[in-house]
């Protein structure tokens, strides 16, 4: 892994990890977010996220998280879930937008995809995801 620091931020040249996951009938390419730099980076300065793909943010402990869309291209909708894989909440985030939103409940996941993909696959709270594969 390569780092630069400056302009107080990180970039990271490591090869993300994907894995398969699965909510309802609707089956998704995530890439993984699980440590603090891949985390702050999420999908900032991403032109494009490909159809029925997002991020799957995973955390080390349950908490209210934050998310925000600085530097974020695509408007996306974020889907939080808890640590039993529960969706709980599911919000619009348009993108360049600086306010800060959180779960309404302690969450240990987070999934990112394209605006429109929950409403359009007819996933809602209360629906489970589960992981099909690491990679």
């Known amino acids: 892994m390569i780092l630069f620091f400056g302009f107080n931020s990180f970039i990271s040249f490591a090869q993300p990890e994907f894995i ?4 309802n009938e609707v ?3 995530v890439e993984i977010a699980k440590d603090a730099i891949s985390r702050r980076s999420g999908l900032k300065f991403r032109q494009i996220l490909p159809q029925d793909s997002g991020m799957l943010f995973i ?11 600085k530097d974020t291209l695509v ?6 879930i ?12 348009a993108k360049g937008v600086e306010k800060t939103v959180y779960p309404r409940d302690k969450i240990l996941y987070a999934l990112e995809a394209n605006r429109g993909f929950f409403s359009q696959h007819k996933i809602i709270e209360g629906d489970k995801l589960e992981i099909l594969d690491r990679g």
């Not at 955390?59 to 869309?69: D, H, V």
């Not at 408007?75 to 939080?80: E, G, N, S, T």
Request: hydrophobic residues 40%; negative net charge.
């Open 27 to 29: 089956t998704m390419q």
């Open 59 to 69: 955390f080390e402990i349950p908490g209210r998280y934050g998310f925000y869309m």
């Open 75 to 80: 408007d996306l909708d974020i889907a939080f």
């Open 82 to 93: 808890d640590k039993d894989y529960n969706i709980i909440q599911i919000c619009p985030l």
């Open 20 to 23: 398969s996951i699965k909510i």
